[in-house]
């Protein structure tokens, strides 16, 4: 490679601190201890369901999950990170930054 080539590379890079995690398969943190054997050592991240009056779940999730427009009408089933990954998620953030 180039020198150009590794110095874009580099600058793509992510940091210490990026807040990039990946999505648990089960999305939920109740269906990841369900089907999950080693689910204690799930470190991915988990979301749970936001379920209103006017969602009807026989309908699915919502395609734009938690950036629909109109969440406050749509009857699909829409999603917020699980509050204990968002601690997680935190936690993470504030050891990386007294580094």
Same mark, same amino acid.
């Given at each position: 490679?180039? #020198?150009?080539?590794k110095?874009?590379?580099?600058?793509?890079?992510?940091?210490?601190? #990026?807040?990039?995690?990946?999505?648990?398969?089960?999305?939920?943190?109740?269906?990841?201890?369900?089907?999950?054997?080693?689910? $204690?050592?799930c470190?991915?991240?988990?979301?749970?369901?936001?379920?209103?009056?006017?969602?009807?779940?026989?309908? $699915?999730?919502?395609?734009?999950?938690?950036?629909?427009?109109?969440?406050?009408?749509?009857?699909?089933?829409?999603? #917020?990170?699980?509050?204990?990954?968002?601690?997680?998620?935190?936690?993470?953030?504030?050891?990386?930054?007294?580094?």
């Open positions: 490679k180039s #020198a150009r080539e110095t874009i590379i580099e600058n793509l890079k992510s940091s210490k601190t #990026a807040q990039v995690r990946e999505f648990c398969e089960w999305v939920t943190r109740q269906e990841c201890k369900r089907g999950n054997v080693k689910f $204690g050592s470190k991915k991240l988990h979301f749970r369901k936001l379920i209103h009056g006017h969602t009807d779940t026989t309908l $699915g999730d919502c395609s734009f999950l938690n950036t629909c427009f109109h969440m406050d009408t749509c009857k699909y089933v829409h999603y #917020a990170i699980d509050e204990e990954d968002r601690g997680r998620t935190c936690e993470h953030k504030h050891r990386e930054a007294m580094k």
